[in-house]
T-cell receptor, first 115, second 114 residues
């Protein structure tokens, strides 16, 4: 199936630092989504992007839908301890033909914030 | 409040036994999904369902079975044929729209074979 290459796989940062992670694909997507998963819980939607070039913020989080429609990045500014978790990108291929199999997920970025 | 509920949160199974994981949603979503997550790994799709009484295999369906008799419910059975069932299982649901507004996930069930 389609694959999203998400990087980095893991990050260790100091509290207060900024963080950047990204996803790339060989396929064009018409929607990009970013999720956060707290330990032992299900992923929660952070940001949804629907247009190429779109830049959207949610508090300290900023995400962009790449111009080529094949990539997206997520930035977290001024990290805090509760930012710890796994961040997933997800993309929807165009013309899903009514299939419920709408989203392809990246492999996740494990973020650790050190005090 | 609408949401998606998975139960139980923790489940222990003896080798050779079947076990069923529950997933219920009151979001009026048409589509539902089951994912498996291993430690430090991403999400792998087991089964999905677009409508009642219909479901499709995902990437790792072997050793699993599902049913979709009601719109609200999508239980997953882990059978004895699944050789390595210890994992974190996530259920999700979504609307059936051309432009995705994302999935809503449950809080997961951690299955351990003892």
């Amino acid at each position: 199936g389609q694959q999203l290459n998400q990087s980095p796989q893991s990050m260790f940062i100091q509290e207060g630092e900024d963080v950047s992670m990204n996803c790339t694909s060989s396929s064009i997507f018409n929607t990009w989504l970013w999720y956060k998963q707290d330990p032992g819980e299900g992923p929660v939607l952070l940001i949804a992007l629907y247009k190429a070039g779109e830049l959207t913020s949610n508090g300290r989080l900023t995400a962009q839908f790449g111009i080529t429609r094949k990539d997206s990045f997520l930035n977290i500014s001024a990290s805090i301890p509760s930012d710890v978790g796994i961040y997933f990108c997800a993309g929807q291929l165009p013309n899903p033909s009514g299939s419920a199999r709408q989203l392809t997920f990246g492999s996740g970025t494990q973020l650790t914030v050190l005090p | 409040d609408g949401g998606i509920t998975q139960s139980p949160k923790y489940l222990f199974r003896k080798e050779g036994q079947n076990v069923t994981l529950s997933c219920e949603q009151n979001l009026n979503h048409d589509a539902m999904y089951w994912y498996r997550q291993d430690p430090g790994q991403g999400l792998r799709l087991i089964y999905y369902s677009q409508i009642v009484n219909d479901f499709q295999k995902g990437d790792i369906a072997e050793g699993y079975s599902v049913s979709r008799e009601k719109k609200e419910s999508f239980p997953l059975t882990v059978t004895s044929a699944q050789k390595n069932p210890t994992a974190f299982y996530l259920c999700a649901s979504s609307t059936h729209r051309e432009v995705s507004d994302g999935y809503t996930f449950g809080s997961g069930t951690r299955l351990t074979v003892v």
